[in-house]
């Protein structure tokens, strides 16, 4: 089993370009979510969907948007990339409430 | 929304001595608590988990400890081996944060031979 596959691994984006996330899952699982990682801030939920059709804001949406294309997919949308942004995004499934989280490989970027 | 802290940022250890990782959270409706570990350049793991109508569970050398009244959880880690070496993470998840789970900021374990 794949698990929760992230595309693409690594991405430099200059600022003010946009760019696409995405994420899926072959677990068959309700709820998918994205985080980011930063040095010292431990992972930050960005937006969450806890199930097929809805999403929701985490601590730090601003300057991202998110698609539940169907159960497998949960993209991850940077309209205007800024140097803050700069990160690594990891994406994440459960099967439902309070149960193990998977999390995927993450995807580097850097935004100059 | 839930807030979670933990302690030590880092920490060290010798090979065979045990390990001990401190969190706390402030949303008293919280009720699922799970413990994951980071390898380098990859993603976060699950290693143990505790929902709050118990207050121990055990998994081989690897313990969590929920105090819900003090909001507080522990992760014990005995007969440290250096492949015990990484990032451990806390977490909360609740009704008031949508089951999301909200995560510390981090321990890094060093174990030294």
């Known amino acids: 089993n794949a698990g929760v596959t992230q595309t693409p691994k690594f991405q430099v984006l200059k600022t003010g370009q946009s760019m696409t996330l995405q994420c899926a899952q072959d677990?068959?699982?309700?709820?998918m979510y994205w985080y980011r990682q930063d040095p010292g801030m431990g992972l930050r939920l960005i937006y969450y969907s806890a199930s097929e059709g809805t999403t929701d804001k985490g601590e730090v949406p601003n300057g991202y948007n998110v698609s539940r294309l169907n159960k497998r997919e949960f993209s991850l949308r940077l309209e205007s990339a800024a140097p803050s942004q700069t990160s690594v995004y990891f994406c994440?499934?459960?099967?439902?409430?309070?149960?193990?989280?998977?999390f995927g490989q993450g995807t580097r970027l850097t935004v100059v | 929304g839930e807030n979670v802290e933990q302690h030590p940022s880092t920490l060290s250890v010798q090979e065979g001595d045990s390990a001990v990782i401190k969190c706390t959270y402030s949303d008293s409706a919280s009720n699922y608590f799970p413990w994951y570990k980071q390898e380098l350049g990859k993603g976060p793991q699950l290693i143990i988990d505790i929902r709050s109508n118990v207050g121990e569970k055990k998994d081989q050398r690897i313990a969590v400890t929920l105090n819900k009244t003090a909001k507080h959880f522990s992760l014990h880690i005995t007969e440290t081996q250096p492949e015990d070496s990484a990032v451990y993470f806390c977490a909360a998840a609740g009704p008031n944060s949508g089951y999301a789970l909200n995560f510390g900021k981090g321990t890094s374990l060093l174990v030294t031979p």
């Open positions: 677990m068959n699982h309700n709820s």
């Open positions: 994440a499934s459960s099967e439902t409430k309070n149960t193990e989280a998977f």
